[in-house]
């Protein structure tokens, strides 16, 4: 049993009563171990970050698992990225586009898919088909307070990289599983890409034009709120280890994610117990107008969500007996009109350019916005004055932009501290100074393709 892990529990036999006590207690953890003896930090470490002094074993790839880890990283966790060592990440050849090398790397570049979710990590090639390999884990196990995995279940044991196995290596690890369909169930041994899911559970029904087919998000969605999923819970898992002192195993999966984000769709049929109303496109249901309309030169969007802001948008579009009209007086009214609403609204719109409609709508109070598409949303000046898109100088790459994390604090920054390593970049940082491995150690696994 470790320093910190008996120091927590003497602690945890206080009972803290209260969340000061509680943090007290975190408190005198961390400053009576130092955390640990840590590789070189990450720049912005200056002690305000959340999740500073928390080390992560990152065994994922390509989004949902990636996107959790980066997530943890922005925080301020000390993320660990274990690819193969020679291929790596499966999204490093998910290009073009790339980011061109400007030294003297061979291959075309780093993938734009790959630099979108592994900044704030420290990448290490390793294969651990090699015993030696799984001996490193096992050791870096002992190092860290959390392993993010995407692996079928059961792949991993025989490996002894399952949880059952490292759990007795580190009891406080919090080990994140994130698969398709689960540990458990019929489906869970099917392998599944976010579109799979987006079909088997529902999304793609509900999204596309209203006479049109289901189509997919332009994201890979699920991916995405399955990663966010993942870390809250291995951040809640991380002050439950505070109580108890125990690790634990998460079990998440992208068809439980896709469910819940089903929400008030999901809520509706169930209380209902009718089948729902299908795909709306920009539309909504139950409110009209609320959709997108074709301008002279693109779409605008407008939002009149009670009939006051029906008002509204008709004086500015200048028609204001329209919300005189019997046929939209109100929203129930508008619901049974929606043909032709729509279709004066349409007509109206399509006499001026989007900017026009933005400056006359300015200031109105109208819900009103612009359909944009990814270039303009990344030079819109509100993404601009939040910080959204970053400068980062990439060390094979050059000079390179990010997208930023979303997430302010009053007390803390984080952002991209790093860029995203190149494979194996930190390889003999992470064995030399967490594992204590000599030089002629690491040349020598270096030489039998355990390491890269």
């Known amino acids: 049993m470790n320093a910190t892990f008996k120091l927590q529990r003497a602690l945890i036999a206080q009972r803290p009563t209260s969340l000061r006590q509680l943090t007290k207690s975190t408190s005198i953890i961390r400053h009576t171990t130092q955390w640990r003896s840590y590789s070189t930090p990450l720049p912005g470490g200056d002690g305000t970050l959340p999740l500073q002094g928390i080390r992560v074993l990152d065994m994922t790839r390509v989004l949902a698992g990636p996107y959790c880890t980066q997530i943890l990283g922005d925080l301020g966790a000390d993320v660990i990225?274990?690819?193969?060592?020679?291929r790596g990440d499966d999204t490093r050849a998910w290009g073009?586009?790339?980011?061109?090398?400007?030294?003297?790397?061979?291959?075309?570049?780093?993938?734009?898919?790959?630099?979108?979710?592994?900044r704030n990590k420290k990448s290490v090639g390793l294969s651990f088909q090699h015993k030696s390999g799984v001996e490193i884990l096992h050791k870096l196990?002992?190092?860290?307070?959390?392993?993010?995995e995407n692996y079928l279940p059961g792949s991993l044991k025989k490996y002894n990289m399952d949880y059952e196995t490292l759990r007795e290596i580190n009891p406080s690890l919090i080990y994140a599983s994130i698969t398709g369909y689960g540990q458990t169930g019929p489906y869970s041994n099917r392998a599944g890409y976010d579109v799979m899911v987006e079909a088997e559970f529902g999304l793609m029904h509900i999204t596309g034009s209203r006479d049109g087919d289901p189509v997919k998000v332009g994201v890979a969605v699920t991916d995405l709120?399955?990663?966010l999923y993942t870390s809250n819970a291995v951040m809640a898992a991380l002050l439950a280890r505070v109580r108890t002192g125990k690790g634990q195993h998460i079990d998440a999966c992208l068809s439980d994610c896709q469910v819940a984000t089903l929400a008030n769709i999901a809520s509706s049929a169930l209380i209902s117990g009718k089948k729902d109303s299908g795909r709306w496109g920009t539309e909504h249901p139950s409110i009209v107008p609320y959709r997108?309309?074709?301008?002279?030169?693109?779409?605008i969007l407008f939002g009149g969500g009670n009939d006051r802001l029906f008002g509204v948008l008709c004086d500015r579009l200048g028609h204001p007996e329209w919300k005189e009209d019997p046929r939209f007086l109100t929203n129930s009214d508008r619901v049974k009109h929606r043909a032709e609403i729509d279709g004066l609204i349409e007509n109206r719109v399509k006499e001026k350019t989007t900017q026009q409609w933005l400056e006359i709508m300015e200031g109105s109070g109208m819900p009103y916005a612009a359909v944009n598409d990814i270039q303009g949303t990344l030079n819109h000046e509100h993404v601009l004055a939040r910080g959204m898109v970053v400068d980062v100088n990439h060390p094979a790459c050059g000079p390179i932009k990010l997208v930023n994390t979303p997430i302010k604090y009053s007390h803390a920054t984080p952002g991209v501290r790093t860029p995203p390593p190149t494979l194996g970049q930190h390889t003999d940082e992470i064995l030399g100074e967490i594992?204590?491995?000599s030089g002629k150690e690491i040349a020598q696994l270096k030489t039998d393709g355990v390491v890269s």
């Open 292 to 299: 997108s309309y074709s301008t002279l030169d693109g779409d």
């Open 141 to 148: 196990v002992k190092e860290c307070d959390v392993l993010v």
């Open 81 to 86: 990225k274990v690819e193969h060592p020679t």
């Open 96 to 118: 073009p586009p790339h980011a061109e090398y400007t030294d003297d790397s061979e291959g075309p570049g780093e993938s734009a898919y790959y630099l979108a979710v592994n």
């Open 435 to 437: 594992l204590q491995y």
């Open 225 to 227: 709120t399955t990663g």
